[in-house]
């Protein structure tokens, strides 16, 4: 059982060595699923997120850089919505960061991880300079019954 270190370290040696295509199925907009290890990455993160009390800037960065990458299956956004106290943590970072994946994720897990305490961060969503990131944080504002 590694940490959560360790995984993102590890999925990071595969990007770098050119994200090789493991399953033979071209690298297209999808890439990150061709990843081999994705099981003990988002295990990992899973203990990571439930078993920390604080999170560091790099581990905050960290986290933002595997959600972005985990944009098809979504499944830490999915551990993300069940931990407000997480979410809260990276919100300041996360409405700034600079990949848009991390940032339309983080806009659909805002109403369930927080709530009403959604709503301003999804307006400054709504005016992001992604297109995708402002129609997702739209859509999280109306399923809030707000705009």
Do not use: K
């Amino acid at each position: 059982m590694e940490s959560f270190a360790y995984q993102v370290r590890r999925f990071r040696i595969w990007v770098d060595s050119g994200a090789p295509d493991v399953l033979g199925l071209g690298h297209g907009g999808e890439w990150e699923c061709n990843y081999p290890y994705w099981d003990e990455l988002r295990d990992a993160a899973r203990r990571h997120i439930e078993t920390s009390t604080q999170l560091s800037d790099l581990e905050r960065r960290e986290l933002l850089y595997i959600l972005a990458r985990d944009n098809e299956d979504e499944q830490i956004a999915e551990m993300l919505s069940a931990s407000p106290r997480v979410v809260e943590e990276l919100l300041p970072l996360a409405l700034e960061y600079p990949d848009p994946d991390a940032r339309w994720q983080i806009a659909t897990i805002l109403p369930a991880a927080l709530g009403d305490r959604a709503i301003e961060p999804l307006r400054r969503l709504a005016q992001d300079g992604d297109d995708y990131v402002r129609r997702r944080a739209r859509a999280a504002l109306s399923s809030m019954g707000t705009t």
